[in-house]
RNA sequence: GUGGGAGUAGCUCAGCUGGCAGAGCACCGGGUUGUGGCCCCGGAGGUCGCGGGUUCAAGUCCCGUCUCUCACCCCA
């Protein structure tokens, strides 16, 4: 049997690989835009980072960590998640200092140990940021502005959905609410939410089983415990949002799977996707540095699922650069034909020739099959004549150019064509 | 972890009640002593996922196994 890739991992190979670089250059450049800055951090840390900032009750960390011992007997985690390392490498590298707030975006795999299926897999590339020192609404509207105009910029369709979870001070009250609720109604639970009485009734919400739905009809809403601070807070969002032009549908129903948020969390959903059909989601979470050591600074922040943009739109471009063809007739051409692509490529342009000894008629194929706009031409004529040939792949139209005057000629197609360099 | 579907050429798939392994696309070459797309001709490419069983004979039937895939759980 040959070797195959893991269970669960993809290889992106061209020409897809490069919808991928043109979605994530237009997430950096958008965050160069709302003046995010990249971190770039390491895809393994010790477990119990883990354990403390996601939540040793959640799905993540109780049975989908690739975890291992090094050879110390300490215990290494393949990333689930990156915001967790972002704040340990806040903490660490005392970035506070810096002056707040930090905005910092990242890009790259994540790994998660889950049956795959359409849009999840068990490594993943996600792309995020985090806004890490204000507590102010404007910050959760930014984040959500700035994920909102991404999936804009790709032309993909999303729908917004927002909702508060409170704090310290006005969730706990919710969760004996709900809880209280649940255990009332427990004869009409399935036996998974009747765990989840107890261990996280929060998640309840998210069930979809029929019977649950059902029976959470009459069940407390969070937007009626939470606290005058919390209120006010997620009213300021939704109203900046609304003034940027981005309406999010508020749901009550919706609470993460991930533990340290508090008041704001949201998701971009689309309807294109199947079952794994959340794009991107986020939130606030003010207590998590302070829980992993650091200074009590609020944050907020979210991540998206790359591979589920990439299903979202397949019709994103895939444009190969402007680019020419050396090509190559007879033997004793080989030589100066391949000088002169080097020199073409010396000057910046993009440019290739042949490699497998192929006949004329074969070069020029391979030229129009690999989409290259121009091809220059050298033979016996050209090389006595100190020229090549010139033509334009769309139209076949070929004219003779000096040597000395190609690169400019070049240059003057290129930019009367509007072609992409 | 649980359930459904599928594994035949690089890709998408056909292959009937068992009887010589096929098509389209893609690839390579030729039709043009130095010129692409359309068209025509030719070529290469297969352990029919793997292992066992039934049979004169298995891609086809039976058993096992692996992989992929979709869905549940959960999440990006």
Redesign the pocket.
């Known amino acids: 049997?040959v070797i195959?890739?893991?269970?669960?991992?993809?290889d992106i190979l061209p020409p897809e690989s490069e919808r991928w670089r043109h979605a994530q250059q237009t997430a950096i450049d958008l965050c160069r835009a709302y003046d995010y800055r990249e971190i770039i951090l390491p895809v393994i840390e010790y477990t119990e980072l883990f354990n403390r900032g996601i939540g040793q009750e959640?799905?993540?960390v109780q049975?989908?960590m690739f975890t291992f011992e090094d050879k110390g007997g300490r215990s290494l985690t393949l990333r689930?998640?990156a915001t967790a390392g972002v704040v340990r490498a806040f903490i660490q590298n005392h970035m506070e200092k810096g002056g707040l707030p930090i905005k910092l975006y990242y890009r790259g795999p994540?790994f998660?140990?889950?049956?795959?299926?359409?849009?999840?897999?068990?490594q993943?590339?996600?792309l995020?940021v985090e806004l890490i020192g204000s507590a102010l609404p404007l910050a959760d509207a930014e984040v959500i502005i700035l994920c909102a105009r991404f999936f804009c910029a790709l032309g993909i369709t999303t729908e917004l959905v927002i909702n508060s979870v409170g704090d310290d001070k006005c969730r706990p009250g919710y969760i004996e609410a709900i809880r209280n609720y649940l255990e009332d109604n427990s004869a009409e639970l399935?036996e998974?939410?009747r765990r989840?009485t107890r261990e996280n009734p929060l998640?309840?919400l998210?069930?979809?089983?029929p019977g649950c739905k059902e029976a959470l009809l009459g069940a407390p809403d969070i937007q009626a415990y939470l606290c005058d601070e919390c209120r006010d807070h997620f009213r300021q969002v939704e109203e900046t949002l609304e003034a940027a032009e981005v309406y999010p549908k508020r749901d009550s129903r919706l609470?993460?799977?991930?533990d340290y948020y508090t008041r704001t969390v949201f998701?971009?959903?689309t309807p294109a996707?199947?079952?794994?059909?959340?794009?991107?989601?986020?939130g606030r979470y003010d207590t998590l540095i302070e829980e992993l050591g650091g200074k009590p600074t609020p944050a907020t922040g979210?991540?998206?699922?790359?591979?589920?943009?990439m299903l979202a739109d397949p019709r994103l471009p895939e444009q190969r650069d402007f680019g020419i063809y050396v090509?190559a007739?007879?033997d004793e051409?080989r030589k100066p034909a391949f000088m002169l692509a080097q020199s073409l490529r010396d000057k910046g342009f993009s440019a290739d020739l042949d490699l497998?000894?192929?006949?004329?008629?074969?070069?020029?194929?391979?030229?129009?099959?690999m989409g290259?706009q121009l091809?220059a031409?050298?033979?016996?004529?050209?090389?006595?004549g100190g020229y090549?040939?010139l033509?334009?792949?769309?139209?076949?139209?070929?004219e003779n150019i000096q040597v000395a005057e190609l690169e400019g000629e070049i240059r003057r197609r290129h930019s009367a064509g509007g072609l992409g360099i």
């Open positions: 049997m195959r890739a893991p269970k669960g991992v993809a959640t799905d993540i049975k989908e689930p998640e994540m998660r140990r889950e049956r795959p299926q359409a849009g999840r897999y068990r993943f590339q996600q995020g399935c998974d939410c989840r998640r309840v998210d069930c979809k089983v609470v993460r799977g991930i998701e971009f959903a996707l199947g079952a794994q059909n959340s794009l991107s989601a986020g979210f991540s998206i699922g790359m591979e589920r943009v090509m007739i007879g051409a497998m000894d192929r006949s004329p008629k074969a070069q020029m194929r391979e030229a129009d099959r290259f091809a031409i050298i033979g016996k004529d050209e090389m006595a090549v040939a033509r334009d792949m769309k139209s076949g139209a070929q």
